[in-house]
Nanobody, 123 residues
Framework: QVQLVESGGGLAQAGGSLRLSCAAS????????MGWYRQAPGKQRELVARITSGGSTNYRDSVKGRFTISRDNAKNTVALQMDSLKPEDSAVYYC?????????????????WGQGTQVTVSS
């Protein structure tokens, strides 16, 4: 079955940088969009950035100009470079893959989530 494995995250000071990576594994035929969501305590999960297989990107307004999403379609990976971090960026960050066509154990077409990685930005 398909799995999303995240790496990166951790602790950074305000103004610093962190990089998140996510790799999708399994018998994947194609993935529509890959992206990152985040959820802070007591708040709803929110989209941070998303990139399509064609390279189109969208970002939430609060991270525009600071975060950069990139993707390697051949490797089924997505990365989020986070610069100029702010304390309000602190949250658990989740990798998401939507519209995943997979071939095992039988054909499926659905979305997947990673387990989440903590990002903490100190002031």
């Amino acid at each position: 079955q398909v799995q999303l494995v995240e790496s990166g995250g951790g602790l950074a000071q305000a103004g610093g940088s962190l990089r998140l990576s996510c790799a999708a594994s399994g018998r994947i035929s194609s993935i529509n969009g890959m992206g990152w969501y985040r959820q802070a305590p007591g708040k709803q999960r929110e989209l941070v950035a998303r990139i399509t297989s064609g390279g189109s990107t969208n970002y939430r307004d609060s991270v525009k100009g600071r975060f950069t999403i990139s993707r390697d379609n051949a490797k089924n990976t997505v990365a989020l470079q986070m610069d100029s971090l702010k304390p309000e960026d602190s949250a658990v960050y989740y990798c998401n893959a939507d519209g995943v066509a997979a071939l095992s154990p039988s054909f499926s077409f659905r979305d997947y989530w990673g387990q989440g990685t903590q990002v903490t930005v100190s002031s």
